[in-house]
């Protein structure tokens, strides 16, 4: 059975840091590339980050760059969000997401965070900024 399940979420003050979590259960993720999206009360889901299996481009969304950090651990199936200087704005429901890495490097993960192109979804994890 495919899976992905996200952890790491929580409460936490403006300038704060989370690292988030997504592993994988019932495929390699080797072979996919991994997204992490958002979606915020009221507003639409967003491609915050996302990274090929192919040769390890990333795709961060504007909003995060510079303090957003993705990677992944293909031994142990996970991939990461570090998240630092975490703003309010930054408040809102995280899942992860794979598709099969069509080896295109950059143009892939590019269109997987822009156009939210994916096979599998996790549950999500909420993530509140706030003092």
């Known amino acids: 059975q495919v899976q992905l399940v996200e952890s790491g979420g929580g409460l936490v003050q403006p300038g704060g840091s989370l690292r988030l979590s997504c592993a994988a259960s019932g495929f390699a993720l080797d072979y996919f590339a991994i997204g992490w999206f958002r979606q915020a009360p009221g507003k639409e889901r967003e491609g915050v980050s996302c990274?090929?299996?192919?040769?390890?481009?990333?795709y961060y969304a504007d909003s995060v760059k510079g303090r957003f950090t993705i990677s992944r651990d293909n031994a142990k199936n996970t991939v990461y969000l570090q998240m630092n200087s975490l703003k309010p704005e930054d408040t809102a429901v995280y899942y992860c997401?794979?598709?099969?890495?069509?080896?295109?490097?950059?143009?892939?993960?590019?269109?997987?965070?822009?156009?939210?192109?994916?096979?599998?979804w996790g549950q999500g994890t909420q993530v509140t900024v706030s003092s």
């Open positions: 997401a794979a598709v099969v890495d069509d080896e295109r490097g950059l143009a892939t993960v590019q269109a997987m965070c822009l156009i939210q192109l994916a096979e599998y």
């Open positions: 990274i090929s299996g192919e040769d390890g481009s990333t």
